[in-house]
């Protein structure tokens, strides 16, 4: 069965800092790739993913993150964050076959000082 | 504009008491599913639905019920025997066809117990 390993539950930065969130995944089989992103007392948003081709993914408001196979790995990257950037992420991961099964990591928190 | 409406955003009830909280989508989604979040503990499967009239226990069934009468709604049931339901529940909803695993969320409901 797949499992997700967020390795930092907090992330504190500067505005204009870069930032990684890492992300570890276990599985058997070829998967897909999430990471949504989360702002206080909303749903989840999807922010990239990876389905095949490319392992560096680029999503929405300026993040992108690189699939490892080697290293079984999808860690986010921002280069400058912004205050705005303030809020929980998640890594996500699904098998290829499994039909439904997404498996989220506990999360990180992301949080932006000026 | 497409999405999925999950009401009420917040809820207060007592000890012992049933909840139903509601979730609609107008993206004609097959599958729709219902998540618990607690504080560090990321998202937990309680149920989806593949079809209308099916469903299946997530990780966590244990004290909620679901149905599926129509396609665009997938309403949850807090029953008395869930032992701590205090928590921010989600919907989300995905494709099934050719489905990758990414889910589509609402914005959540907050339900507190006093």
């Known amino acids: 069965a797949q499992s997700v390993t967020q390795l930092d539950s907090q992330v504190p930065v500067f505005e204009e800092a870069p930032v990684e969130l890492r992300c570890n995944y276990s599985s058997s089989v070829s998967v897909y790739l999430f990471w949504y992103v989360q702002y206080p007392n909303q749903g989840l948003q999807l922010l990239l993913k990876?389905?095949?081709?490319?392992?560096l993914v680029k999503g929405i408001n300026g993040f992108e993150a690189e699939f490892n196979k080697s290293q079984t790995s999808f860690h986010l990257r921002k280069p400058s964050v912004h205050i705005s950037d303030t809020a929980e992420y998640f890594c996500?991961?699904?098998?290829?076959?499994?039909?439904?099964?997404?498996?989220f990591g506990k999360g990180t928190l992301l949080t932006v000082n000026p | 504009d497409g999405g999925i409406t999950q009401s009420p955003k917040y809820l207060f009830r007592k000890e012992g008491q049933n909840v139903t909280l509601s979730c609609e989508q107008n993206?004609?989604?097959?599958?729709m599913y219902w998540y618990r979040q607690d504080p560090g503990q990321g998202l937990r499967l309680i149920y989806y639905s593949q079809i209308v009239n099916d469903f299946q226990k997530g990780d966590i069934a244990e004290g909620y019920s679901v149905s599926r009468e129509k396609k665009e709604s997938f309403p949850l049931t807090v029953t008395s025997a869930q032992k701590n339901p205090t928590a921010f529940y989600l919907c989300a909803s995905s494709k099934w066809t050719g489905n990758t695993g990414e889910l589509f969320f609402g914005e959540g409901s907050r339900l507190t117990v006093l």
């Open positions: 990876y389905l095949s081709g490319s392992t």
């Open positions: 993206l004609n989604h097959d599958a």
């Open positions: 996500a991961v699904s098998e290829k076959g499994s039909n439904y099964k997404l498996t």
